[in-house]
């Protein structure tokens, strides 16, 4: 009973197949929608426009009493995008190299983790039901966009191993929770951050190689189209989501 009461005041969705996909999908789009902003404003105009969507999403979410889809996503998306921006900043605009920049944001990570569990005593998801606890989840949604955008850019070229062959790899990385939760009985709350963070670099890479040039290994479709295809399906799925609600 505890349980389902919660879920009702939680202000974040029920984890479902559909969530997962919709998840993806805004890592992709993200991607795509900060090398666009970037390349269509320069990086200081792109990387402030970022920063505005994610205030005014940010103070949209936390007005609101309940889970509401739309408002929710919104800001999923603009974490997305502001969150690829800041790694890309560390990476593009500062010369930090992606392993570096890996290994901050991984250390972030953990201190924010570290930090929400001894204030409220868990990571659970189930238990975002007030403010300073939606403020940890929201900081760690942050972190791990740009800790996933420096990872999956860190295995395609630092690494070499090409976007495509990098979505291959998060592809295959992303399954280890679900086993590990199913064969083993890992914790759902570590096997759900473990997913959620690898959600990242997976839709980041397959969007990159779908809009980089067919020089640097991808299909050459570019940013702008990608991106608006991207938002359809996110359209789409959220106003499922909201008539299910």
Known sequence: MQKNIQSTLSKVPEITALFWITKILTTGMGETASDYLAHALGSIPAVALGGIGLVVALLLQFSTKRYIPW???????????????????LHVGLGIPYLVSTSFFICALAAI????????????????????REAFYWMTVLTTFALGTAMGDMTATTLHLGYFSSGILFAVLIAVPALLRWKFKISEI???????IVTRPLGASFSDWASVSTARGGLGWGTGPVTLVLSIFIVIFVAYLSLQG
Not at 113 to 132: D, G, M, P
Not at 190 to 196: E, I, P
């Open 190 to 196: 570590f096997t759900f951050w473990f997913a959620y």
């Open 113 to 132: 983790f570290y930090a929400w569990h001894k204030s409220e005593k868990s990571l659970s998801i189930h238990t975002i039901t007030n403010v300073r």
């Open 71 to 89: 408002i929710y996503w919104l800001t999923v998306v603009m974490v997305s995008v502001f969150g690829t921006m800041a790694a890309d900043v």
